[in-house]
């Protein structure tokens, strides 16, 4: 079975930075895109930051320019570097990815998330 695990998240003060990584059990080469996803207390889920496996981007309107997505498929690994962190971002961050299965259909894999909390 396929497995993601988020590391990296914990508390900064506002204006610090931070980078959230997203371990696979499977090479990154399998999945069609990879994605960070977010949610506050109280607030809808929502995407972040997303990279496809010919390695194009796309960000919120909300963290563009302060967060930044990458890969290296040597470890099988995502990041999400966090410049600027601001008491919005703070969220419990999830690793998402898709693969198209044998037969055609779109499964998708979530991880565990990790806690972001930014103080003022």
């Known amino acids: 079975q396929v497995q993601l695990v988020e590391s990296g998240g914990g508390l900064v003060q506002a204006g610090g930075s931070l980078r959230l990584s997203c371990a696979a059990s499977?090479?990154?080469?399998?999945?069609?895109?990879i994605g960070w996803y977010r949610q506050a207390p109280g607030k809808q889920r929502e995407l972040v930051a997303v990279?496809?496996?010919?390695?194009?981007?796309n960000y919120a309107d909300s963290v563009k320019g302060r967060f930044t997505i990458s890969r290296d498929n040597a470890k099988n690994t995502v990041y999400l570097q966090m410049n600027s962190l601001n008491s919005d971002d703070t969220a419990v961050y999830y690793c998402?990815?898709?693969?198209?299965?044998?037969?055609?259909?779109?499964?998708?894999?979530w991880g565990q998330g990790t806690q972001v909390t930014v103080s003022s």
């Open positions: 998402n990815a898709d693969r198209t299965m044998g037969w055609g259909a779109v499964q998708n894999y």
């Open positions: 499977v090479s990154t080469f399998s999945f069609n895109n």
């Open positions: 990279i496809s496996n010919g390695g194009s981007t």
